[in-house]
């Protein structure tokens, strides 16, 4: 069983520009999930997805961060402008339904912003 | 404020010692608890979970503990590995997951 794809696994951009970052869930989970990892800290939940429609956004910081997910499969999370404490790795998981079911986690994107 | 604390220091043993970790919490009802182990560079990955009316979940040389009078859980490791060597996270659930900020655990041969 193919885990979940996220890309890129790391990139390097100045404060100001823009970042987006793709991830491919397993095949038939329903539920996407985007978390934010600061180095040091557990991953912190910025969006939670249920098939192509938003459960939970509580806490992304819509002024600057978007994500998507089209026909309920594949999602992108987008920031703009990024700023320096956007620095973090930014992991993909899924699951098969709800979130108390076990979450599979993709590698992650590693973030460095200048 | 809802607040989850793990060990805040690394845990050092011995191979083939229990390790025992953690993980306590404020200000909330969870409805289940997971536990998850995360290796540098890499994801998290699923090892328990457990619900608020069980008390004790086992598999293999894992066993967690859920208290919720006392709020909080214990994550055993019996006969640990250096191969055990990573962070563990805990994390609450109701409606989504909140995840501590985890304990590294390093196992000496």
């Known amino acids: 069983e193919a885990g979940v794809a996220q890309s890129p696994r790391y990139k390097i951009i100045e404060k100001r520009q823009s970042v987006a970052f793709w991830c491919n869930p397993i095949s038939g989970h329903a539920t996407l999930y985007w978390y934010q990892q600061i180095l040091g800290q557990g991953p912190k939940l910025l969006i939670q997805f249920q098939n192509n429609g938003v459960v939970d956004d509580s806490q992304l910081p819509k002024d600057r961060f978007s994500a998507e997910r089209l026909k309920g499969v594949d999602s992108t999370l987008k920031i703009q402008p990024a700023k320096l404490e956007d620095s973090a790795v930014y992991l993909c998981a899924s699951s098969f339904g709800t979130s108390e079911e076990r979450q599979f986690f993709g590698p992650g994107t590693r973030l460095t912003v200048l | 404020s809802q607040k989850i604390e793990q060990n805040s220091e690394a845990l050092n043993i011995q191979e083939g010692k229990t390790a025992t970790l953690t993980c306590n919490y404020t200000?909330?009802?969870?409805?289940?608890l997971q536990w998850y182990r995360q290796d540098p560079g890499r994801g998290p990955v699923f090892l328990l979970l457990?619900?608020?009316?069980?008390k004790e979940k086992r598999k293999e040389r894992l066993k967690v503990t859920f208290d919720t009078t006392l709020k909080q859980s214990l994550f055993h490791i019996t006969a640990s590995q250096p191969a055990d060597s990573a962070t563990y996270l805990c994390a609450l659930g109701y409606s989504t997951l909140t995840f501590g900020k985890g304990t590294m655990l390093l196992v000496s041969p």
């Open positions: 200000n909330y009802s969870p409805a289940y």
């Open positions: 457990i619900r608020e009316n069980e």
